[in-house]
């Protein structure tokens, strides 16, 4: 099971960006469809982004489309999500997954440990 590592989230006020990364521990990275999700204090974890293998392949929801950007770097082992007019709602902590199919990750994917990003108003 690939073991992931997220990084880059914070205090941002209302407006501003943050990019979070989220570093795999095995080449295998390169052969998962990769996503992130958020759960907001006293919500469900939600489906925030996902990338095919290839990257060709790019879905994200409609609360963040136009706003946010997923991408990886198959030789990093690493994803990355861009989050830019970042909204109080935005509030979460952000963990990304694999392997993620239709916004859902399998059954026994992995999960990393979840970054806090916190948008101040």
């Known amino acids: 099971q690939v073991q992931l590592v997220e990084s880059g989230g914070g205090l941002v006020q209302a407006g501003g960006s943050l990019r979070l990364s989220c570093a795999a521990s095995?080449?295998?990275?390169?052969?998962?469809?990769m996503g992130w999700f958020r759960q907001a204090p006293g919500k469900e974890r939600e489906f925030v982004a996902a990338?095919?293998?290839?990257?060709?392949?790019?879905d994200y929801a409609a609360s963040v489309k136009g706003r946010f950007t997923i991408s990886r770097d198959n030789a990093k082992n690493t994803v990355y999500l861009q989050m830019n007019s970042l909204k109080p709602e935005d509030t979460a902590v952000y963990y990304c997954?694999?392997?993620?199919?239709?916004?859902?990750?399998?059954?026994?994917?992995?999960w990393g440990q979840g970054t806090q990003v916190t948008v101040s108003s």
């Open positions: 997954a694999a392997p993620v199919v239709d916004a859902i990750v399998i059954s026994g994917g992995s």
């Open positions: 095995e080449h295998t990275f390169s052969n998962y469809a």
């Open positions: 990338i095919s293998v290839s990257g060709l392949n790019i």
